[in-house]
Nanobody
Framework: QVQLVESGGGLVQAGDFLRLSCAASVASDFCSYAMAWFRQAPVKEREFVASISWNDQVYYADSVKGRSTISRDNAKNTGRLQMSSLKPEDTGVYYC???????????????????WGQGTQVTVSS
């Protein structure tokens, strides 16, 4: 069982930098889980942002590639998403997810992950 809690959201200006954190409570080794970030804007489907495997393979959505960094600290059971050059279209609820699989062909699928946090709101004003 894994419990995930996101933090770091808020209201920011376009062009700003943002750092989101995901604290995980796990019954077994956190390092055995892949982690990901998704986001959901109003009236839109949840969309993939970035993922990181247990051995630090990373993938990014095209919309955030080059201005985002996903990372993890297995010793502290935490994950992190850093985003720069924020745009109004980055607005949404950001969710942390974890799962025992890491298949590059499926990392962007919501159903690839077993555990989800409650989300943290990010609003980027223009």
């Amino acid at each position: 069982q894994v419990q995930l809690v996101e933090s770091g959201g808020g209201l920011v200006q376009a062009g700003d930098f943002l750092r989101l954190s995901c604290a995980a409570s796990v019954a077994s080794d956190f390092c055995s889980y892949a982690m990901a970030w998704f986001r959901q804007a109003p009236v839109k489907e949840r969309e993939f942002v970035a993922s990181i495997s247990w051995n630090d393979q990373v993938y990014y959505a095209d919309s955030v590639k080059g201005r985002s960094t996903i990372s993890r600290d297995n010793a502290k059971n935490t994950g992190r998403l850093q985003m720069s050059s924020l745009k109004p279209e980055d607005t949404g609820v950001y969710y942390c997810a974890a799962g025992t699989r890491f298949r590059p062909s499926s990392i962007g699928r919501v159903d690839e992950y077993d555990y989800w946090g409650q989300g943290t709101q990010v609003t980027v004003s223009s």
